[in-house]
T-cell receptor
Framework: KAGVTQTPRYLIKTRGQQVTLSCSPI?????VSWYQQTPGQGLQFLFE???????NKGNFPGRFSGRQFSNSRSEMNVSTLELGDSALYLC???????????????FGEGSRLTVL | AQSVTQPDIHITVSEGASLELRCNYS??????LFWYVQSPGQGLQLLLK??????LVQGIKGFEAEFKRSQSSFNLRKPSVHWSDAAEYFC?????????????FGTGTRLLVSP
């Protein structure tokens, strides 16, 4: 069974540009969530999608957005990039969106974004 | 507000020695608690979880953790560390039965294993 796949794995952008990251969850998983990981702030929740609807959102500016498609694949977009957006962006999938019932979040290897 | 504290940023343990990583949480209701491990360049892998019941939970790779409500702690332990255990370990608390996946993570503890 394939795991969570994130693309691209590495990318470099300049300030002011925008970026789109993609996440393919484990087959059958309907919930996808995104986390930002930085050395200074650690792991922070961005948002979660379930059945194409955003169910929960973290404390990030509106430059950070996401969506989920009917096949559960998800994308996140960051517009007007700032230096501080440099981070590892992790996607996680879950069978039904209830980790208590399904046991765990399955994380991808992440997309490492560098903003110059 | 939910929060997780991992007081040790780095820990060095000799191979074969025992290990305990500390985790304290702040949460308004019954917490759902997790330990994840992250190897360099990798995503996070779940080691173990606590939802209810027996307060001593067993996980993968020989790890265990004990939930102590009175101390708001969920410390991770391993009786004998292997060099392959060198990684970063994250404790996390979840919102329980809401169906949401918003986990609050601690800042992590980097484990170094000396020969």
């Amino acid at each position: 069974k394939a795991g969570v796949t994130q693309t691209p794995r590495y990318l470099i952008k300049t300030r002011g540009q925008q970026v789109t990251l993609s996440c393919s969850p484990i087959s059958g998983h309907r919930s996808v969530s995104w986390y930002q990981q930085t050395p200074g702030q650690g792991l922070q929740f961005l948002f979660e999608y379930f059945s194409e609807t955003q169910r929960n959102k973290g404390n990030f500016p509106g430059r950070f957005s996401g969506r989920q498609f009917s096949n559960s694949r998800s994308e996140m977009n960051v517009s007007t990039l700032e230096l501080g957006d440099s981070a590892l962006y992790l996607c996680a999938s879950n069978l039904s969106g209830r980790p208590a019932n399904t046991g765990e979040l399955f994380f991808g290897e992440g997309s490492r974004l560098t903003v110059l | 507000a939910q929060s997780v504290t991992q007081p040790d940023i780095h820990i060095t343990v000799s191979e074969g020695a025992s290990l305990e990583l500390r985790c304290n949480y702040s949460y308004g209701a019954t917490p759902y608690l997790f330990w994840y491990v992250q190897s360099p360049g990798q995503g996070l892998q779940l080691l173990l979880k606590y939802f209810s019941g027996d307060t001593l939970v067993q996980g993968i790779k020989g790890f265990e953790a004990e939930f102590k409500r009175s101390q708001s702690s969920f410390n991770l332990r391993k009786p004998s560390v292997h060099w392959s255990d060198a990684a970063e370990y994250f404790c996390a608390v979840g919102p329980g039965n809401t169906g949401f996946q918003k986990l609050v993570f601690g800042t992590g503890t980097r484990l170094l294993v000396s020969p």
